[in-house]
Structure formats: structure tokens, C-alpha cells
């Protein structure tokens, strides 16, 4: 497969968990997010609730790698409110001109997942390659192997019948810094390749 970035948002490591098991399976490399403001405690969370219902990116720490470097980015966040997290969020507004072919995942507690998937590919304004969305409780008993299985298997397919990336953003450098101000936000397992 084509080099391959997994880009991801955990706060208390299950999307982390998933994100590692997806790049064992497609040797993909891997960026955690991390919030500039520290999300813990009962303020925390509900500043997390907060940001996520209201659609604000929250500020993230310069990058390590440049989204143009890959033709295919995978995306991963925990479920908040119902909607994805505010730093992945920031991620997807800073960086989504960069992007190419993306694949999207998520876990949750219980549901909001494919509400989740939906606005993820809304914002990054691309039909993804496959989905995946998790519970939490089915990663922490290790209940997600195959469906990572699968879920990199319908990617592979997805990208053989593309016949690769298609270099829409050839030519353009991702910032590896993060910019000062936020732009504007505008069955245990599931997973698809549309
Ligand atoms: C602020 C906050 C809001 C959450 N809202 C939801 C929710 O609406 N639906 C849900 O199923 N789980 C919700 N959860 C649970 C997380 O989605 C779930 O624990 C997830 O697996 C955590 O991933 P992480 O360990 O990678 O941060 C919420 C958790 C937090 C911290």
C-alpha cells in the first residue's frame, strides 16, 4: 500500500488502541493529537462536551508529519456529545487542503458513531475510503482485531479499484506548526466502504 498516516485524538487511549492496531495491519505511520488545553477532570470534560456539541476546534500541538507527504490519511476520534472531538476537529480545518484519500474510525461508549462519520467526511469534504466505529468496551476486551482486519482489507480494495491517490494536492506543503487562531468549525462494531 501507498504510505500511509493514521492521525488520531485519545483522551483516555481507546482511539489509541485502535489507531496502533490499524497500523500494524497496513504498516501505516501514526500522529496523536494533543490538545493544547489538557482535557482532565470533571471540568475538563465538560468543556470537552461543550466544544464538541458546539462544533469548536479546540487548539492542537505543532505536528509531527506533513499531510501531503500521504496519498491516503486515516482519521480517528472518540465520539463526544455525539460528534467528533474538538482536536480532531482543528485537525481536519487546518489540514483537510492537504488531504487526499481519507479513511475514517471512531469509538464511543454507545452510540453517536455514524453521525460521527458522516461529519467527519462532510468536513473533509471527501467521500471517505471505509468507515469503522467501535465500542469502547468491545477495544478494551480486545473484541476489535477483526474488524481492523476488515476494515484494512476493504481500504486496500478500495484503493486497488481507485488505482491509487489521485495527487489533488501535488504541489502543496502542509504548515507542520499550528496556526495562532482556530479556524472556524464549522451491533459492537460497524465499518464500511462506500
Ligand atoms: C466529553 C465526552 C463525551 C462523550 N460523549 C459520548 C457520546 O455522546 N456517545 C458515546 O457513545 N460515548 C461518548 N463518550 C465516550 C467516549 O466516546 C469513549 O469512551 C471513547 O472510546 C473514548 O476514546 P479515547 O479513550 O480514545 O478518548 C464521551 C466521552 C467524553 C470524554
Not at 3 to 23: D, E, F, K, N, Q
Not at 131 to 148: F, I, K, M, P, W
Amino acid at each position: 500500500m501507498d504510505p500511509c498516516l493514521i492521525v488520531y485524538y485519545s483522551r483516555s487511549g481507546v482511539t489509541a488502541t485502535v489507531a496502533r492496531a490499524i497500523a500494524e495491519v497496513c504498516g501505516a505511520e501514526l500522529e496523536a493529537l494533543r490538545a493544547v488545553q489538557p482535557i482532565t477532570g470533571v471540568p475538563g470534560y465538560l468543556r470537552a462536551a461543550w466544544q464538541a456539541l458546539s462544533g469548536q476546534p479546540a487548539p492542537i500541538a505543532p505536528l509531527r508529519h506533513s499531510a501531503d507527504a500521504y496519498p491516503l490519511l486515516l482519521l480517528g476520534t472518540p465520539v463526544w456529545a455525539g460528534h467528533m472531538s474538538s482536536p480532531i476537529r482543528q485537525y481536519i480545518l487546518q489540514q483537510r487542503p492537504y488531504f487526499r484519500d481519507v479513511a475514517l474510525f471512531c469509538t464511543m461508549g454507545g452510540s453517536g458513531g455514524a453521525s460521527v462519520m458522516q461529519a467527519m467526511a462532510g468536513l473533509c469534504q471527501r467521500e471517505p475510503l471505509a468507515t469503522l466505529c467501535l465500542r469502547e468496551q468491545d477495544v478494551r476486551a480486545g473484541r476489535h482485531v477483526d474488524a481492523v482486519r476488515d476494515f484494512a482489507a476493504s481500504l486496500a480494495l478500495r484503493r486497488l479499484q481507485r488505482g491509487g491517490a489521485d495527487g489533488q494536492a501535488a504541489g502543496q506543503q502542509a504548515p507542520l506548526q499550528t496556526p495562532a487562531s482556530s479556524a472556524p468549525g464549522g451491533s459492537a462494531v460497524s465499518g464500511s466502504a462506500p
